[in-house]
């Protein structure tokens, strides 16, 4: 404990929280989204509500498969970073950007040309598919500026600069307010769109966003101000063979896991409109109470990965253990706070019948337990074991805790023992458990500690 302590204090927390603020920051602006969406959707009905979720959920899908592949850049450019080597950092974002691209190019296929496929693996009703199919659609092709943000975004993060892109999406959330106020209830001369209205918000604002990234890093004359000579130059089969054995499994792993989600969800959504409901309102109040953990994790994975990458393999150690207890002790303070603020968070929701406010008062606080039991192995899985590469473990150890144990049980206990949904919700936190003994195990062996970039 001397050590962990001795290796926490002084600069390296000053750098933790400059960089894990800004990220948290940018989470709780992106979870804004979609809670603007569903509060102003809100006052349409439940069936708006059920399918934005619906469909929210497919996004979060993608997204988390597009922060899969921009993994093997991320744990790359914090290397390159650590180890002094600026061509190498933007060697790897531009290498990220080309990557994300492509895979949002195959996303946005599915959501263009099958999205009634998509939405009704959640429910059975032909309102809440059709619904959630016309928003897919749109916001098929805000996918491409999705990836070209998250691309920099790990640039900017493994350089410490992470206020850049926060600044940005700021901007955003701005501008997709005002475009929802205007396009879902028809202000401004505008028709009223309803859900449709909701995701061209998005897709505007989206891109609007990416342009103005891409005009201040070419007006900086930035260091990742990437050109298309640069994502040429950038395909080339060594660095794309060391690229993709790294974010290929990470890739898989975001996805299988992103899908679990997306089947926690198929599985209440099965009780009907009204747990689609509660579930949906608690989407964005999830993201929003991680917010913090998300971003002192990711913070960690940056500081982590520098010190691997400069052979400072003690110092990463020590490191490790103290950022798991100092997010854990946060999440402890998440936790206590949402328990305050849970019936002023919930009426904001004002679209909500009796049966679904009662059902989304208990989500609520099962899911403040939840944040606790989650600040663990997520410090360790996204901020520690990655940061060393250590990627193939934390796909093993994700496939057996959620696909083996944690969805097989739950839905055992929904379909065949029928409990109350509130139990049924409280079961995603089995995986949680099993993966924090797994990820104490493994930081404990010092085993994924390794050097990504000693010879690049």
Not at 2 to 16: A, E, M, Q, V, Y
Not at 83 to 110: C, D, F, K, P
Not at 183 to 212: K, R, Y
Request: aromatic share 10%; with cysteine.
């Amino acid at each position: 404990m001397k050590n962990i302590l001795l290796h926490f204090r002084g600069d390296f927390l000053r750098r933790l929280l400059l960089i894990a603020f800004p990220i948290a920051l940018q989470t709780m602006l992106f979870s804004s989204r979609s809670l603007v969406d569903i509060m102003m959707l809100g006052q349409l009905g439940e069936q708006d509500v059920a399918a934005i979720g619906i469909a929210g959920r497919a996004v979060f899908v993608v997204t988390i498969m597009i922060f899969g592949v921009t993994t093997g850049g991320a744990l790359l450019t914090a290397q390159y970073w650590g180890a002094g080597n600026r061509e190498g950092v933007r060697q790897s974002t531009a290498l990220t950007v080309l990557m994300t691209l492509l895979a949002a190019l195959g996303a946005g296929a599915v959501f263009l040309l099958v999205p009634e496929a998509v939405i009704g693996m959640a429910t059975n009703s032909d309102a809440v598919i059709a619904l959630g199919a016309e928003y897919l659609r749109i916001t098929a092709f805000s996918l491409f500026a999705l990836a070209w943000g998250s691309s920099i975004a790990v640039g900017l993060r493994a350089m410490h600069q992470p206020g850049i892109t926060t600044f940005f999406s700021a901007i955003g959330i701005g501008l997709n307010v005002c475009f929802n106020w205007v396009l879902i209830f028809g202000h401004l001369g505008f028709p009223a769109m309803g859900i449709a209205g909701a995701a061209w918000a998005t897709l505007l604002s989206g891109v609007i966003e990416a342009v103005l990234l891409y005009g201040y890093l070419r007006h900086r004359q930035h260091l990742l101000a990437i050109n298309p000579r640069l994502l040429i130059d950038a395909i080339e089969w060594g660095k794309v063979r060391r690229f993709l054995s790294l974010s290929m499994p990470t890739t898989f792993n975001h996805l299988a896991w992103s899908f679990g989600i997306f089947a926690y969800h198929a599985i209440i959504g099965q009780s009907g409109v009204q747990g689609l409901a509660a579930l949906s309102v608690m989407t964005p109040i999830e993201s929003f109470a991680l917010a913090l953990l998300i971003g002192v994790s990711n913070a960690s994975a940056v500081l982590i990965g520098n010190q691997l990458g400069a052979n400072n393999h003690e110092a990463a150690y020590y490191q490790a253990w103290a950022v798991s207890w100092f997010n854990f002790c946060c999440a402890v303070v998440v936790a206590l706070v949402m328990v305050l603020l849970k019936d002023t968070v919930l009426d904001l929701f004002t679209a909500l019948s009796g049966e679904s406010r009662k059902l989304a008062d208990h989500f609520f606080l099962i899911f403040a337990v939840a944040v606790v039991v989650k600040s663990i192995p997520m410090t360790m899985i996204v901020g520690v074991l990655r940061a060393g590469g250590d990627i193939r473990y934390c796909l093993y150890q994700d496939m057996v805790a959620q696909w083996l144990i944690g969805i097989p049980l739950t839905a055992f206990c929904a379909f065949i023992l029928q409990l109350p949904l509130e139990w049924i919700y409280a079961m995603l936190m089995l995986e949680e458990l099993v993966k924090s003994v797994g990820s104490c195990i493994r930081l404990k062996s010092r085993v994924w500690m390794n050097n990504l970039v000693a010879d690049g």
